[in-house]
């Protein structure tokens, strides 16, 4: 049982699922953009909540899928294997939902309802996580220490903030979503730990 606990099952399997969406998306059936792409006035105005979800399956091109599932993967197989499955799939999927809803808050303050795809809100919701794991979890990380995690997040943001055609309201909405996240997971492990101790 501990060694399942130990594979990085939904990391794979979610870029796996990741890259088949794309091939189909790409060389199949473009229709799938307009089905799934996160469109603010689609959502609000027609109700289509599911493109939040939907969103996070549709890549714009070859980078943008292969950088979103490389640190995807790598990050969030380091992440499942502390947290286990369920939760890191709970908070990974939360990160994305949370992505998207800023991401639409955000196009109607600004009244811009430019559609966007992406995994990228919920891969800055694993930074999240791992942020507030270094900063609350009860064991040590390897080689993860604060200061890495925070210039890491910097670098990415900044990395967005001065591309373009990038959705950072995603990427801000993901990021806290997936650090009130994190916080919430080490608090009841912490609780957890001291009632076994």
Not at 71 to 76: C, Q
Request: glycine share 12%.
């Amino acid at each position: 049982m501990n060694r399942w606990r130990q594979q990085p099952i939904v990391s794979g399997a979610l870029v796996i699922i990741n890259a088949i969406v794309f091939v189909l998306s790409t060389f199949v059936n473009s229709r799938l953009y307009e089905l799934g792409m996160l469109d603010g006035f689609r959502v609000l105005v027609h109700g289509e909540y599911g493109r939040i979800v939907w969103s996070m399956f549709l890549h714009a091109d070859v980078n943008h899928l292969f950088s979103n599932m490389i640190i995807l993967f790598f990050l969030g197989s380091m992440i499942e294997k502390e947290l286990g499955h369920v939760k890191y799939a709970l908070l990974y999927f939360l990160s994305g939902i949370g992505g998207g809803a800023l991401s639409i808050l955000f196009k109607m303050m600004t009244n811009s309802m430019v559609p966007s795809v992406g995994a990228s809100g919920a891969v800055f919701g694993l930074d999240g996580v791992l942020l507030a794991m270094v900063l609350l979890w009860n064991e040590r990380l390897p080689n993860v220490t604060p200061s890495r995690v925070a210039l890491m997040i910097l670098l990415s943001l900044y990395s967005g903030f001065t591309g373009g055609n990038i959705d950072n309201a995603a990427h801000i909405g993901g990021l806290l979503v997936g650090f009130l996240g994190g916080c919430v997971v080490c608090f009841f492990q912490r609780r957890k730990r001291k009632r076994i101790y």
